[in-house]
């Protein structure tokens, strides 16, 4: 059994800590007030998931999956060095400012990524970029796709991506559908994506779907 920190209680972590607890995962969800409620109270039945700050998470798991907004995740994260170092984090997010309708526009790093910049403020930690081509609720179902879909690796460091690749086999993804696109640079490209999932969303509503390779 892992220990598994998020920060972000959203859809989005709420989403992967009640899969990973699920496979047998101790969970906790990291809030950024410690006192405010959850978005998804339904958590605090499974023992498996505790809450707590984001400070005290990142210091005492395993793991550290990123599923804050993007926007301000570098400084958030930056400001966490310390209790970071030594750490896998996992980043799912996307960096984007949103546009009136309050979907993705424009990226604020182009020409690189949030993973290559959250990897050189963070020295000391193994970033892998991951799940960030998709929406959230297929993280954790990949299944339920009626092709099989793709989900991309970006990280400098091949023990890291392993570890990484064994979670996401926990979450469902089988191998066949795992891609290592190579070093955090790569991630560049899978972030990109993000522009093309507006259009989708307006014209198709919020129906699950990832950004797939088709062979």
């Given amino acids: 059994m ?3 920190g998020i920060l972000g209680t959203g859809r989005v972590g709420a989403n992967l800590a009640r899969k990973l607890a699920a496979t047998g995962h ?3 969800l990291g809030r950024r007030n410690p006192k405010e409620r959850t978005a998804a109270p339904a958590e605090n039945a499974d023992p498996r998931i505790s809450f707590t700050d984001q400070r005290t998470t990142a210091r005492t798991t395993d793991i550290v999956i990123n599923a804050t907004p993007g926007d301000s995740a570098l400084d958030r994260l ?3 060095r310390t209790e970071l170092a030594g750490k896998i984090l996992i980043d799912v997010s996307n960096a984007t400012r949103d546009t009136d309708d309050g979907l993705p526009g424009d ?3 182009p020409g690189s990524s ?4 959250l990897q050189a403020a963070l020295p000391d930690t193994r970033v892998v970029k991951t799940l960030n081509t998709m929406l959230f609720t297929v993280m954790t179902h990949p299944e ?3 092709t099989p879909p793709t989900v991309y690796l970006s990280g400098n460091d091949e023990h890291a991506k392993k ?3 064994d979670l996401l086999g926990d979450l469902g993804w089988q191998p066949a559908w795992i891609e290592d696109l190579g070093d955090i640079t790569t991630a560049r490209a899978t972030e990109a994506m993000i ?3 507006p259009h989708l969303l307006r014209r198709h509503g919020f129906k699950p779907f990832a950004v797939s390779l088709a062979r």
Avoid: R
């Fill in 163 to 165: 570890t990484v690749t």
């Fill in 144 to 146: 339920t796709l009626a």
């Fill in 195 to 197: 522009l093309v999932v």
């Fill in 26 to 28: 101790h969970v906790v």
């Fill in 114 to 117: 949030l993973a290559e910049q």
């Fill in 78 to 80: 930056t400001d966490l």
């Fill in 107 to 109: 990226l604020c790093y």
């Fill in 2 to 4: 892992t220990s598994i």
